[in-house]
């Protein structure tokens, strides 16, 4: 196998693998502000975000390494997709920026405490709702020609990215709830479990609704579950996501193991991220662009494939140790701000 061959395979791998550690790491900050209207008042916001404090700060190198590696090894896909997702990505960003500096603010404010709570709680949603939006125009398809888009700069919208924009809030709300069970207790954690089982339901209630949209899609995403008996093999796949949804309904009222339900909703998103790329493999941008058409020139793909495999292991040797000093319980009268 040549390296015009394996190599795009490779770099869609480490897009793919920074993609899924953005979505599962930043998603449970971004779902404490999709549930910060639920904090019974202000000190319990606090010990909301104070259990985040410490290491959100790095979860978006894992977006700019999925950007980046993205530009470098499929500049086509790249171009493909601004051009597509201009406005979405766009305010994705304007959403992070203000949710991040509403974070920082709100922990040095006085009279504007309250202001800079609410736009932490907008920032997060609204970046929430761009990144459901993103996913869907991608998973419904771009129209292309030779590699070029050829659609509108409003093709994003449509019911379906409006679906999935709405499926990932309450994903990450999801994924809040659970990170919250893990890192507290007494009254939040109280309020974390109680909104976790309304939360699987919605979130399996959304993951049905879009895979039952998904064959109606002219981008074929679910064509490759049922062509040449794929569906034998790939039938874990859904089967592990009900199971997964069924111990995370368990977990999420069962003292004394709080680690449960934020694993468990972890790997619910692991699992759809598998789905997912199953069913877009080979292609980088559905119906028809593949990982060989958008692929750079394989002595650009070494250069930058070099420095990587410098960086790659710092950036996960950095979120490994940050998470592993702060780990343990988060106390209501504690703060690293």
């Known amino acids: 196998m040549d390296t015009a061959t394996w190599l795009p395979v490779a770099w869609y791998g480490v897009i793919g693998f920074g993609v899924l550690m953005y979505v599962l790491l930043d998603g449970f900050v971004l779902g404490l502000g999709i549930l910060a209207p639920f904090a019974e008042d202000s000190g319990q916001l606090d010990h909301m975000m104070n259990t985040a404090a410490p290491i959100w700060d790095g979860n978006e190198t894992w977006l700019v390494l999925g950007g980046t590696a993205l530009l470098a090894a499929f500049p086509k896909a790249y171009a493909v997709l601004l051009s597509a997702l201009y406005l979405p990505v766009l305010v994705m960003l304007i959403a992070l920026i203000f949710r991040g500096v509403a974070f920082e603010f709100r922990f040095k404010a006085r ?11 907008a920032g997060s949603m609204v970046a929430a709702f761009a990144q459901g939006l993103i996913l869907g125009a991608l998973v419904e398809g771009m129209p292309l020609e030779e590699g070029k888009y050829l659609g509108g700069a409003f093709d994003w919208f449509s ?9 990932v809030v309450f994903g990450y709300a999801l ?43 002219d981008s074929q995403v679910m064509a490759r579950w049922f062509e040449s008996g794929n569906f034998w093999w790939l039938a874990p796949v859904p089967l592990l996501a009900l199971v997964n949804a069924v111990l995370l309904w368990r977990a999420a009222m069962r003292e004394g193991r709080d680690a449960s339900p934020f694993l468990l909703t972890l790997s619910f998103f692991v699992l759809g991220f598998i789905g997912l790329v199953v069913g877009i493999w080979p292609n980088i941008i559905p119906p028809s662009l593949s990982i060989w058409d958008a692929a750079s020139p394989p002595s650009s793909q070494i250069f930058t494939l070099v420095g990587l495999v410098v960086l790659l292991p710092i950036i996960l040797g950095y979120t490994a140790w940050s998470y592993s000093v702060f780990r343990g319980k988060i106390q209501a009268d504690a703060g690293y701000h």
């Open 111 to 121: 009279r504007a405490r309250r202001f800079w709570g609410g736009a932490f709680s």
């Open 159 to 167: 019911p379906f990215s409006m679906l999935t924009g709405v499926a």
């Open 175 to 217: 994924l809040g709830a659970g990170w919250l069970i893990l890192k507290t207790e007494g009254p939040l954690q109280k309020v974390a479990r109680t909104l976790t089982r309304p939360l699987v339901l919605v979130v399996v209630a959304f993951m049905g609704l879009v895979s039952a949209w998904l064959p109606f899609l």
